[in-house]
């Protein structure tokens, strides 16, 4: 077993129909230009047109890597707790057993399938939405399940873990925004003060 790096990215701006904005094809263009330098062996997206979009956009900076779907990376809610904490009461209203079941399914297999260290050394891009890169987030550092409600990434941020077959996951960037410039930064986030 060896190290596999995840570099690890929501998908850029999207309108309310879910597809890529000008805003987000900008975003992930400038994601690609960050991922030039590195040895990535594939990118995986998740199987919703923003993401599909996205690492398209990526695809055309890494000439030559895989472009590739990956059900598991689709956007679901990975945990619904017994009792939410007061500020989420209104998000999980409504949630019945059965949605909350199939959320864990769901969340069980993106871990299954990336969360892991890999055969030899291996660098993955994963396109994917806000809850499940806090969910892989939330598992490598191995916080409560509750915990994934606490983070948030915005558009086209770089999120690094990194899984060895001698080490706890490494989580070696989170929500890095360093990339992009300040009028496309904190996309996806409610207002607020921002850093």
């Known amino acids: ?4 790096q995840l570099y690890v990215v929501r998908h850029g701006a999207a309108d309310a129909f879910g597809e ?6 900008r975003q992930s263009g400038l994601l ?31 000439p030559g890597v895989p472009v590739r779907e990956a059900a598991e990376l689709i956007d679901h809610v990975p945990y619904v707790p017994e009792v939410p904490p007061a ?10 057993a059965a949605e909350a079941a199939e959320g864990a399914r769901r969340a069980a297999a993106l871990v299954e399938r990336f969360a892991r260290p890999a055969e030899t050394e291996t660098h993955e891009v994963l396109v994917t939405h806000a809850y499940q890169v806090s969910w892989l987030v939330r598992h490598a550092l191995g916080a409560p399940s509750v915990r994934w409600l606490g983070l948030s990434c915005g558009n086209a941020a770089l999120t690094a873990i990194g899984f060895h077959d001698v080490l706890e996951p490494t989580v070696l960037l989170y929500n890095d925004m360093g990339h992009l410039p300040a009028d496309l930064r904190w996309t996806g986030f409610g207002p607020g003060v921002r850093p």
């Open 20 to 25: 890529l904005t000008e805003v987000g094809r």
């Open 32 to 62: 690609g230009e960050r991922l030039v330098g590195l040895p990535i062996d594939a990118v995986w997206h998740s199987p919703l047109s923003r993401a599909v979009a996205c690492a398209g956009v990526l695809g055309e900076y890494l």
């Open 87 to 96: 500020a989420w009461v209104g998000f999980f209203d409504g949630f019945d």
């Open 1 to 4: 077993m060896a190290t596999r």
